[in-house]
């Protein structure tokens, strides 16, 4: 027998890849994990196409092809305000869980503690302590999720070493205002605190509100990895790439742990986007897409037993079922999965101690009859 000592002991099989088997298993309408049930846009699926027919199929740079990184650049300059230098300051990565991987692996020694805010996203965590880092935790609670951040402060001692946000938050829904802003920057001035901006539904902020990206805030931007992923921009999440915006001196250093955990991103794939953004701002729109879905759904379950939480952006909608059972929320996303036919994520796989507040998610970015149909079986609960 082998003796292996786990470096993730007590890790489980993540509670996507549980809900969506269990979605198929039983024939259920899967909300659970985050992915679009429609199609991306038919052009860029060509885009990608004639880049692997015209032979762009060899390794890319390291750091990613240019003509992507300068469409990225375009990007960020125009929808965040702030140009990143396309050379040295950004790294297109294997989706935003390598980007935010090689972020903690390139940074965090030994003791090191990392401030997450909870229901984090899933892979934080683990990533942490596997370079022997500590977390620490901040609890958010429903139905508001809000901050304090004179309490965030409480957090702090000399081993502080990086704080993660994520705005528009997975799972909540809820973002990070002006004043949220202003004051983790007051924060961590002076400091050598590093910050992981997990922006991936930063495309995805509704009701007419700005954006608040750690790019607009230079007391931020200059000590952060700020991760995207195009699997969110695009309805592609099984390509799964995405990019790194950080000043040359962090990037130098994500640079020397990403050329030996992935080297490059393929090749048709980064042509094949770049080209297609190339050739107009396909992203503008998103936001009053899905926002429509959000309000569908909303609409749909207005009459229903579920207490709707707010949900300011992201493509999740979280419920509470405190009016409904008492069973735990993985008892009860259970049960909605095998008895009524559609899949949820328990909101308690967010949170290290599995503090369960009765709330669980679902994912709108869903064909409208897909939702509907959700939506009708969700009546009956
Ligand atoms: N961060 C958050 C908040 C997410 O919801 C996800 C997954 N959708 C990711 C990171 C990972 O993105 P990717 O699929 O590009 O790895
Ligand atoms: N980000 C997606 C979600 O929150 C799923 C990603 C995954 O399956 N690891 O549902």
């Not at 042509?271 to 749909?300: H, P, S, T, V, W």
Request: overall charge neutral.
């Amino acid at each position: 027998m082998l003796n292996i000592q786990s470096k993730l002991q007590n890790t489980d099989t993540n509670v996507f890849t549980v809900m969506s088997a269990m979605a198929k298993e039983y024939n259920a309408i899967n909300l659970s994990q985050g992915f679009p049930d429609f199609f991306c846009d038919s052009n860029l699926i060509d885009s990608v196409t004639k880049a692997m027919l015209d032979g762009k199929n060899q390794y890319a740079p390291m750091a990613g092809l240019p003509a992507l990184s300068d469409i990225i650049s375009s990007y960020i300059l125009e929808n965040r305000g702030y140009k990143y230098n396309a050379r040295d300051e950004i790294t297109v990565t294997a989706g935003a869980t390598q980007a935010i991987f090689t972020a903690i692996a390139a940074t965090i020694n030994y003791g090191d503690e990392v401030i997450i805010f909870e229901p984090a996203y899933d892979c934080y965590a683990p990533t942490i302590r596997l370079f022997g880092g500590i977390v620490k935790a901040y609890q958010l609670t429903p139905p508001n999720y809000n901050i304090d951040w004179e309490m965030v402060k409480k957090l702090f001692t000399s081993k502080t070493k990086m704080i993660i946000i994520n705005s528009p938050q997975n799972p909540t829904g809820v973002t990070l205002s002006v004043e949220d802003m202003q004051a983790l920057s007051k924060l961590v001035e002076g400091t050598d605190i590093l910050l992981v901006s997990d922006e991936v539904y930063g495309h995805l902020v509704f009701d007419e509100k700005p954006y608040e990206s750690v790019v607009g805030y230079e007391e931020l931007r200059k000590r952060s990895f700020i991760i995207y992923s195009f699997g969110k921009m695009l309805h592609t999440t099984g390509w799964k790439v995405g990019f790194c915006l950080a000043p040359k001196k962090l990037m130098a250093e994500f640079r020397k742990v990403h050329q030996f955990n992935v080297f490059s991103v393929n090749t048709p794939m980064q042509q094949g986007i770049a080209n297609y953004m190339q050739e107009g701002n396909q992203l503008n729109g998103l936001a009053n897409f899905f926002q429509a879905k959000r309000d569908l759904f909303r609409n749909l379950l207005s009459g229903s037993r579920f207490e709707l939480l707010p949900c300011k952006g992201s493509y999740f909608q979280c419920a509470s079922y405190q009016n409904i059972s008492d069973e735990t929320d993985v008892e009860f996303a259970t049960r909605l999965t095998k008895e009524f036919g559609v899949a949820a994520i328990p909101v308690s796989a967010f949170y290290q101690n599995s503090d369960d507040y009765k709330v669980i998610r679902f994912c709108f970015a869903k064909k409208d009859e897909t939702l509907r149909k959700a939506a009708d079986k969700l009546m009956t609960v």
